[in-house]
């Protein structure tokens, strides 16, 4: 009989990435992939914990489980990520009887011994008998992704040692340590030869790879070795942190047609004093400096940040600092939060969480209608462009692809664009995403058109 497994996958990227290397593991010993949960012999649940609803969210996932697993006593549950952390399971395996396995992050080590008892598991299969192994190298991607997946979430750094107040990732995920350029390498080759097309590089902080290696490659030596690997078009990397992003770094960018013109460049507060707190070890002045040079060196570059609202503390006119920042900058993207209290960080142990939820959700509604308006207007300057999209899905009955400064484009077409790169002329332009036309078939809709 064959054996199911279903993955739910919380957070970030890097979740995203490690919920992929489960379900290669997963399907090297067997398994195949199902989307319903009573149907699975194994199911994983990749968690989050950066803010307490994402740990609330993973908590409710795990408790809705229990009338399967009363059914089905065989039923063997996985919780993974950062909600396990790095730091042992004692208390967790105490307070969650339901779970079967506990994975650190990024570790599928656990699970496999799980269900082989620890043994090596041998696949046989009619081209080659192989013997498996949890290995970096080399990513055979699960079967339902092989031919369909355009862009793939590739690791570089696992963990982080900058430690801000504020973040857990930290403590969950262990100390800053950068994957072997060997190893990268011949992921994205075995990517590229599944039909990959782009690849983005992930860390806590990406532009510290390589700061643990001693004499070994910074993360712009490697983008150029990535540069180099047949068949992959599309080159980005995140998230960075403004402290470590060099001149060597944006001569890399700007140099390497492959390397996309888009940077993840978190702020997360405009006021001197909040950053000072939150340990982030640059002033606004020092940021808006970077983003200016970067613009000067890059003009075409988008460059995305963060923001956290509500930092204990944190005074009303500390929060229009941030409003100005964004306001004189005018950046492409803004991921906007509300500070949540984390067990485990300094700002924790150290500062009394004193600003109220209602006024944190001001706060956040008052920048994300200052974003709305600075991107609306952002991307209203590419209506009637000509722009190059990568398509990498269809999503209900349109070609959804991105930009080089990835901006969210939707084209309609009866061709398969799945994979190809294509100059499209912008129909329509709204804060969230536009609508294009491929140039080489006639217009679908007046440029003047709105979409229903």
């Not at 992921?187 to 700061?211: C, F, N, W």
């Not at 944190?314 to 509300?338: G, N, W």
Request: hydrophobic share 35%; net charge negative.
């Amino acid at each position: 009989m064959n054996k199911k497994y279903h993955i739910w996958t919380e957070g970030c990227q890097m979740n995203v990435a490690d919920s992929q290397r489960v379900g290669s593991s997963l399907e090297h010993l067997g398994y195949t992939l199902t989307t319903k949960t009573e149907e699975a012999d194994v199911i994983v649940l990749n968690t989050c914990v950066v803010r307490q609803s994402a740990e609330d969210k993973a908590l409710g996932r795990l408790s809705s489980l229990k009338p399967l697993k009363e059914k089905n006593p065989d039923l063997v549950i996985n919780l993974m990520g950062c909600l396990v952390g790095v730091r042992g399971t004692e208390k967790l395996r105490q307070k969650l009887p339901l779970v079967d396995v506990f994975s650190p992050p990024s570790d599928p080590g656990p699970l496999i011994s799980h269900l082989t008892q620890g043994e090596i598991h041998v696949i046989e299969s009619d081209e080659t008998t192989r013997r498996f192994e949890i290995m970096d190298g080399d990513l055979l991607l699960p079967a339902h992704e092989q031919g369909q997946l355009v862009s793939a979430h590739v690791p570089i750094v696992y963990g982080c040692s900058h430690a801000c107040t504020f973040c857990i990732i930290p403590n969950k995920r262990g100390i800053e340590r950068s994957r072997p350029v060997g190893d990268i390498v011949a992921e994205i080759r075995s990517l590229a030869a599944q039909g990959v097309k782009e690849v983005t590089l992930l860390g806590q902080i990406v532009d510290r790879y390589g700061v643990d290696i001693s004499d070994g490659p910074n993360l712009a030596a490697l983008l150029r070795l990535v540069h180099e690997v047949e068949g992959i078009l599309r080159i980005r990397f995140l998230t960075s942190h403004p402290n470590y992003f060099d001149d060597d770094l944006i001569e890399a960018i700007s140099e390497l047609p492959r390397v996309m013109p888009h940077i993840e460049l978190p702020i997360q507060a405009g006021d001197d004093t909040v950053l000072e707190n939150m340990k982030r070890g640059y002033t606004q002045n020092e940021y808006r400096d970077l983003v200016a040079k970067i613009r000067d060196r890059i003009p075409e570059c988008s460059i995305a940040t963060d923001i956290i609202v509500g930092f204990p503390g944190e005074t009303e006119e500390q929060f229009m600092q941030t409003h100005r920042v964004l306001s004189d900058l005018k950046l492409d993207v803004a991921h906007l939060a509300r500070y949540s209290v984390r067990e485990g960080t300094v700002a924790t142990r150290r500062m009394d969480d004193d600003v109220t939820d209602a006024e944190k959700r001001r706060r956040f509604h008052i920048l994300d209608d200052l974003q709305e308006k600075v991107v609306g207007e952002i991307n209203a300057r590419l209506f009637g462009e000509t722009v190059e999209v990568l398509f990498e899905a269809k999503v209900k009955g349109r070609w959804k692809g991105r930009t080089p400064t990835n901006k969210l484009v939707f084209v309609e077409s009866d061709k398969d664009l799945r994979g190809a790169i294509e100059p499209v002329t912008i129909t329509w332009t709204g804060p969230w995403s536009m609508q294009a036309n491929l140039i080489q078939e006639p217009a679908l809709f007046s440029l003047v058109q709105q979409p229903s």
